[in-house]
């Protein structure tokens, strides 16, 4: 029997399971109304159909999907841990002492800045936009459900703030990813992302204000406040003490205890409190990891809020980016990818069609490979050269990585991040998509500024010729001579 020889696809060829998975998984959610799995199983049928027919074997389609789900298997355990740490939260009265606290201190014209803020705060402090949805994430759905907000509008807030601290954190993976795939300084990295990201979560925060500031308080009920307190407090209790199990989560993430240990020594923490403050024993515990938080208070709305978390109730989550991974690692292995963004870059001709075209790419993998990290190291790999010929410093290659494929990661609900924040929120990720405002605005704001020449950051060596709108270096600011 001959055996077959891999080749180089062609461009039609690469483009097939692209397309084809585009218009099955929207067809089937946006007509058919069904979950992302399943379209996305046949997507992985129809790229392992196009592998063959390019010459891979199916030792070949089978390594693929493999080393792609492999490299989600540390997330996969940490959706696992987060899974019993919200259930454990909930379960030891933590989560409910926050959104208590949280309907009396905070206002409803500030709710959204402040709650964005929180998040930003939690996640660069954690490095993970995960955790800060997972824990105080959590708290504000509660908050934002007992103000009157749109949940939709709450989980875009949270998501920004969260991505904000994931962003320019340096214990954050997907920062050191980035960093890496373009083989520049992790804090050269983190510095240049201030010029695009600052501006952009400003922007995202007077947004929040605005709408915050206009929002109809007509039907705003105190009762209804004091309802939901008086539910709390009668189903839990209630104490400044239960405070300490996300004060824990900050010390460990200052202590930069990995994200694993991290995480389940937090859902520790919260089993132990319940012990102490809600009397659960063993068996109740073990449920609660195992199974999450039911809530049985009789308010619709809180029993709605609380009854989440546990291993099963991520099971959803970690199914989807299993077959996901899947996909991406079948068109990365047969090289799909590859063929389609060696003919993009013979079009990049500018600095301003460079970064737009590195956003895009990003963006364009966190859609089709579901998968943050490639999102990051794909466009890296590929876009490396160019940005050398032109001059530019690879944190600024890295910056614009991060600006495209780190941002949009939650944005589709079939990519790891995106699928992680619907379960974890409880809001279906198409739903909080228009009010991810700093999502949505950094990418437009990065490749403004590359057009524009503001922060562009070009090697000393390249430095005559530039105008002072573009930054040499984030270590030497250029001045008029």
């Not at 690469?14 to 067809?27: E, H, Q, S, T």
């Not at 159909?49 to 792609?68: H, K, Q």
């Not at 990295?189 to 500031?213: D, Q, W």
């Not at 839990?236 to 900050?250: A, D, E, G, S």
């Amino acid at each position: 029997m001959k055996q077959r020889t891999k080749r180089k696809p062609k461009l039609w060829e690469a483009l097939i399971p692209i397309i084809g998975m585009a218009v099955i998984i929207v067809y089937s959610m946006l007509v058919l109304k069904v979950d992302p799995h399943i379209p996305i199983v046949i997507s992985t049928v129809l790229a392992a159909i196009m592998a063959l027919v390019v010459g891979c074997t199916w030792t070949d389609i089978r390594d693929g999907m493999l080393e792609s789900v492999f490299r989600a298997v540390e997330a996969l355990i940490i959706v696992m841990c987060v899974g019993m740490l919200i259930g454990s939260w909930v379960l030891s009265g933590s989560v409910p002492t926050m959104i208590y606290y949280g309907l009396q201190l905070i206002s409803p014209r500030f709710f959204l800045p402040t709650g964005c803020i929180l998040c930003a705060i939690v996640s660069t402090a954690t490095g993970s936009a995960w955790t800060s949805s997972g824990t105080i994430g959590i708290a504000l759905m509660g908050i934002g459900a007992g103000l009157g907000f749109n949940p939709a509008l709450t989980a875009g807030m949270i998501i920004s703030g969260a991505y904000f601290g994931d962003k320019i954190s340096p214990l954050s993976d997907s920062t050191n990813v980035a960093a890496a795939s373009a083989e520049t300084d992790l804090y050269k990295h983190v510095r240049s992302m201030l010029f695009t990201t600052t501006p952009s979560f400003i922007i995202a925060l007077i947004l929040y204000t605005i709408i915050g500031m206009g929002h109809d308080t007509s039907n705003f009920n105190p009762e209804t406040i004091e309802a939901i307190r008086t539910t709390l407090a009668d189903s839990f209790n209630i104490t400044p003490w239960l405070l300490i199990p996300p004060v824990f989560v900050l010390i460990t993430a200052i202590l930069k205890v990995p994200a694993i240990p991290s995480v389940f020594g937090a859902a520790v923490v919260g089993a132990i409190f319940a012990v102490i403050f809600q009397g659960a024993d063993l068996v109740t515990i073990l449920d609660n990891f195992q199974n999450g938080f039911v809530s049985e208070t009789g308010m619709a709305m809180v029993d709605k809020l609380l009854t989440r978390g546990g291993v099963n109730n991520m099971l959803w989550t970690i199914s989807l980016i299993i077959f996901a991974m899947c996909f991406g690692g079948i068109l990365e292995k047969a090289q799909f990818t590859d063929v389609i963004l060696e003919k993009v870059v013979k079009h990049v001709h500018s600095v301003g069609s460079l970064v737009a075209t590195t956003i895009v790419t990003g963006i364009l993998c966190d859609f089709v490979l579901t998968d943050q990290y490639l999102a990051n190291i794909i466009p890296g790999r590929m876009y490396c050269k160019v940005y050398d010929e032109m001059g530019l410093e690879r944190y600024y290659l890295s910056r614009t990585l991060e600006d495209g494929g780190s941002l949009w990661s939650p944005m589709f609900p079939w990519n790891g991040c995106g699928a992680y924040q619907q379960a974890t929120l409880g809001v279906p990720t198409f739903s909080y998509f228009p009010f991810a405002f700093l999502n949505l605005i950094n990418p437009f704001v990065s490749i403004i500024m590359a057009y524009m020449g503001i922060a562009v950051f070009y090697k000393k060596a390249e430095k005559e010729g530039i105008p002072v709108t573009m930054v040499d270096s984030v270590d030497d600011l250029p001045t008029n001579k």
